[in-house]
């Protein structure tokens, strides 16, 4: 049944069809897109949460120049494309949240080069909520620990 295909050899049509509606992504893929994302989230998640100041003079410094935010797009959208290629599994349980993470980071990689003048427009107006990093740095947090479980508890 997982018949290794061999140069030469026709690609059965129903193993591409599986491989095209992701059904064959390993589940060490969805670990190690975990281990990386997890850790991450939650040390950014934590940070807003003890330092919201630091993070409020770092993010008025980053939407004052179109330049970061323009590059930013170029690797968030680098990462969303990396998550998806690895990565696009669309199943009932908690590896299509890797997949939605991948689209996300990818939507928002494309934003960011389309329309760098409106990503600053809408930071700001962020900056001005009061509150924001807090509730910025609870949902990192809940993410972050999610995804860093599911990574390392399997």
Partial sequence: MNKRITEGEPFPEARLAALVR??????ATSHAVARLVGPIFCAMGIGMLTG??????LARQFLGSHAFIYFSG?????AGLII????????????????LLGWVFALTGTFRLIA???????GGALLLTPGFFTGAGIVFLALGSFFTFKGYAA
């Fill in 52 to 57: 919201p100041d630091a993070y409020q003079e």
């Fill in 22 to 27: 992701g059904h064959h992504v390993p589940l």
């Fill in 84 to 99: 998806l290629n690895a990565h696009h599994l669309w199943t009932a349980d908690w590896r299509v949240a890797v997949t």
């Fill in 116 to 122: 760098p003048q409106f990503v600053a427009h809408i």
């Fill in 74 to 78: 170029v690797l968030i959208l680098l």
